[in-house]
């Protein structure tokens, strides 16, 4: 079993930046791939970025490639998510996500964080 915990969310401006930071728990995380979601008001939950076990192999939405960056750091148990170049459209949840399986974190993971909020204003 893997818990999740985001943080980092918060208020900015049109081009700038944030990084989000998942904290996970359970001696077994560094077996787990992990991945971000988001949703926005009156959506629905979307995919945004995920890695494998190692994080050598990513996987970007097409509305992020280029300005969000998924890693890990598998001696604190952490998962980030950067964010650059950020735009209201971003506004939304995060959300931390893992699962045993890189194909399976992409689309319907096991583990969900609770969320932390992004806005960004214009």
């Known amino acids: 079993q893997v818990q999740l915990v985001e943080s980092g969310g918060g208020l900015v401006q049109a081009g700038g930046s944030l990084r989000l930071s998942c904290a996970a728990s359970?001696?077994?995380?560094?077996?787990?791939?992990v991945g971000w979601f988001r949703q926005a008001p009156g959506k629905e939950r979307e995919f945004v970025a995920a890695c494998n076990w190692g994080g050598s192999s990513q996987y970007y939405a097409d509305s992020v490639l280029g300005r969000f960056t998924i890693s890990r750091d598998n001696v604190k148990n952490t998962v980030y998510l950067q964010m650059n170049s950020l735009k209201p459209e971003d506004t939304a949840v995060y959300y931390c996500?893992?699962?045993?399986?890189?194909?399976?974190?992409?689309?319907?993971?096991?583990?969900w964080g609770q969320g932390t909020q992004v806005t960004v204003s214009s």
């Open positions: 996500a893992a699962d045993l399986q890189y194909g399976t974190v992409v689309a319907t993971p096991g583990h």
């Open positions: 359970g001696r077994t995380f560094n077996n787990y791939a």
